[in-house]
């Protein structure tokens, strides 16, 4: 660290350098590397259709046939469908179902942080946003995205629609990049200046209703990152840094109940556990966790949380 | 997040003003964008075994897959500024009219129902209808004999026939569309030789009209 007054901006940048100096590039990148694989993976699945003839998947994030027999289908949709007043397929029920119960295994918003392009397009923009040094940030409360979310329910309802999907960026960023974009790009280009220049992760941590849905999921989700090893954390700050959701780290870092980051609102990206130049943070399950430091047993423990301790998260 | 009973009344009472002020604001400005732009244009038709409008809003999820399953590449999704709403598919007739495939694949494809899985036989399908709406520019109405219309119908002789009429006294022969048998293919509509189309797919309420409630045919 420099004696220069620390800005979060030279103090993002800061973190990074020494996770790789500690670590290595490659270790200090992994689970993002491995994010952005999969991120691009599951586009090109669905392009490699359309552009070169290889059916692995045919439709696209809203609902999708895999290689013809596993329908898949994104459940927010269909609610929005539901409540408009149309009683879905068993095609596109199954395809929920599945799609949820995905969700309730590998973490809610790992569909924000793995699958979401949109991720892709904000992340950029916050990257963007550090390296201009932009720290103008018109703060938005994080509940906005539920209330939202209930907004775009009551529209479906009213309009007899699914009304969402008349607006949402999601939507338009996977289809278009499958199917062609038209204007679309001007709804990305807000979304990506909203992230830019007003709201530091205005869209993805604040606003949006399909990351606040699959948050709902996420809940009961059993992939967790947890603060396994918290009592080698040197308090430097990187991970609430890196972090999209900072105020969900707090709990499990520095509470002395469990370790589990239990938020919903948890995208399971790794981006703590990159940073991090102690590897305090590991990817680890709710009621299965390994202790890889091999520390005593209270440390595998309290990684399950003892019933009184729920209500801190 | 919850906060462990540290908010007194107050607070409660803004907190929950905020979320439901915000939750009606969101869901009203989103329900005035949707009834504002929430109608395909007559132009743009729906795939085979649509549900009527209202109904297929409801129920389509802008997957694309029936778009993927026509072998013609005859459907797309809407984009901004497309004549259908956001996402839908639809196809413009002008441009590549639907082929009436027998086994009907963009149908079957479809997961949800927007597209009517019941529809078995192309030829029962409504996408909407033709109409002659050209009556001073076809060439037929103009003692020519076009007829290419009739000529390219899927449905032959029986969707259009051409009928010998006499108008101002010239025997003429005029392409007739009967609508109980055009599926709204749009097939016609591709192949009209003028510049404009001078027969066209409409919706069926906007290409044929409807009965009133009193004899005259006038709402009462």
């Not at chain 2, 309420?205 to 005259?216: E, F, I, P, T």
Request: proline share 5%; aromatic share 6%; hydrophobic share 45%.
């Amino acid at each position: 660290m420099t004696t220069a007054r620390l800005t979060p901006t030279r103090f993002a940048a800061a973190c990074r350098r020494l996770a790789i100096a500690e670590k290595g590039w490659l270790r200090a990148h992994k689970w993002w590397l491995l994010r952005r694989a999969s991120q691009a993976g599951a586009l090109l699945v669905f392009l490699v259709g359309p552009v070169l003839g290889l059916w692995v998947a045919s439709g696209n994030f809203a609902s999708s046939s895999i290689l013809g027999v596993v329908p898949l289908s994104d459940p927010y949709i269909l609610l929005q469908s539901v409540v408009a007043g149309h009683a879905p397929a068993t095609t596109a029920l199954t395809g929920a179902l599945l799609i949820v119960v995905f969700y309730a295994i590998v973490g809610g918003r790992a569909y924000c942080g793995w699958i979401c392009p949109v991720g892709v397009i904000t992340d950029t923009a916050h990257w963007l946003r550090e390296k201009l040094g932009i720290t103008r940030d018109r703060k938005l409360d994080r509940r906005t995205r539920w209330w939202v979310l209930s907004g775009t329910l009551l529209a479906s309802v009213a309009t007899g629609s699914v009304a969402w999907e008349f607006v949402n960026p999601v939507s338009m960023v996977q289809r278009g990049l499958i199917f062609g974009v038209g204007f679309g790009w001007a709804i990305v280009a807000a979304v990506f200046l909203l992230d830019l220049v007003v709201t530091r992760r205005g869209w993805c941590s604040h606003l949006c209703p399909v990351g606040a849905f699959y948050g709902i999921v996420g809940t009961v989700s059993a992939t967790r990152v947890a603060a396994a090893r918290r009592e080698d954390c040197t308090n430097c700050g990187a991970c609430f840094s890196v972090c999209t959701e900072p105020q969900i780290i707090t709990p499990a870092l520095k509470g002395d109940g469990t370790r589990l980051i239990r938020s919903g609102a948890c995208l399971n990206c790794g981006g703590c556990i990159d940073v991090c130049p102690v590897d305090v943070f590991e990817m680890t399950a709710r009621g299965w966790a390994a202790d890889p430091a091999g520390k005593d047993a209270a440390v595998r423990q309290d990684l399950e949380p003892p019933a009184p301790a729920r209500e801190a998260a | 997040m919850t906060r462990k009973s540290t908010m007194n009344r107050r607070e409660v009472l803004a907190s929950v003003a905020k979320a439901g002020g915000v939750t009606c604001l969101a869901g009203l400005a989103l329900t005035a964008y949707v009834e504002s732009t929430s109608k395909a244009e007559a132009t743009a038709l729906r795939p085979p075994g649509a549900l009527p409008e209202d109904d297929f809003l409801s129920a389509c999820v802008r997957c694309g897959l029936c778009v993927q399953a026509c072998p013609y590449d005859t459907l797309h999704l809407a984009t901004l500024g497309d004549p259908a709403p956001l996402g839908t598919p639809f196809f413009l007739a002008r441009d590549t009219p639907c082929a009436m495939c027998r086994d009907i694949p963009c149908t079957r494809a479809c997961p949800t129902g927007a597209l009517d899985a019941g529809l078995t036989d192309i030829r029962e399908a409504d996408m909407g209808v033709a109409v002659l709406v050209g009556h001073e520019t076809c060439l037929n109405y103009k003692g020519m004999t076009c007829s290419i219309c009739h000529r390219v119908c899927p449905i032959r002789d029986e969707a259009i026939t051409l009928e010998r009429q006499t108008i101002d006294g010239r025997s003429l022969v005029i392409p007739t569309v009967h609508s109980d048998r055009c599926t709204g293919c749009g097939t016609c509509e591709k192949h009209c030789v003028l510049g404009h189309a001078a027969i066209r797919v409409l919706p069926r309420d906007l290409g044929l009209g409807g009965k009133g409630r009193n004899q005259a045919g006038r709402p009462t």
